[in-house]
């Protein structure tokens, strides 16, 4: 689901509870996560839970295709939501992203426990990062 989508959700809701059931679906139809990929080097740190990202780069120009997943559901939602912020965008569009700003706009943050929340901006660092490697190796920048 794209994140203008997601968005636009998340404004239909009256009450937090609804809200985060939501999040809990979208982590539910993320494609599954081969087993083979939880590994420590796919592991994010920083995250109370374990979550896990891989990425490939297709196409011309190149592209960036994210997968995760999360041993939590709420945090496997989360996943999904930067999942819909990242994946199919070039690695330089992934750096210009502002995602602290799209999730605000969520309220992401004021709902969310501390420990998540770090967890969560652990994830779009990792992403950065990612983005990062594969923009430094092909001589692009920001």
């Excluded at 404004?11 to 679906?25: A, G, M």
């Excluded at 297709?58 to 997943?69: A, I, K, N, T």
């Excluded at 041993?71 to 690695?91: M, N």
């Excluded at 501390?114 to 594969?134: K, Q």
């Amino acid at each position: 689901m794209a994140i203008d989508d997601i968005l636009e959700n998340f404004e239909l809701f009256d009450d937090w509870e609804d809200r985060y059931r939501f999040v809990i679906d979208l982590g539910r139809e993320l494609t599954p996560f081969p087993e083979a990929e939880r590994t420590e080097d796919n592991r994010v740190r920083g995250c109370t839970s374990r979550v896990w990202l891989t990425s490939r780069l297709e196409g011309s120009p190149r592209h960036l295709f994210l997968e995760g997943d999360s041993d939590a559901h709420i945090v496997k939602g989360l996943v999904a939501i930067l999942l819909s912020i990242y994946s199919g965008k070039t690695p330089v569009e992934v750096l210009q992203i502002d995602a602290r700003a799209i999730l605000a706009k969520l309220g992401l943050e004021a709902h969310l426990s501390p420990m998540r929340t770090n967890g969560l901006f652990s994830m779009v660092e990792r992403i950065r990062a990612i983005a990062a490697d594969y923009a430094l190796d092909s001589g692009v920048t920001a």
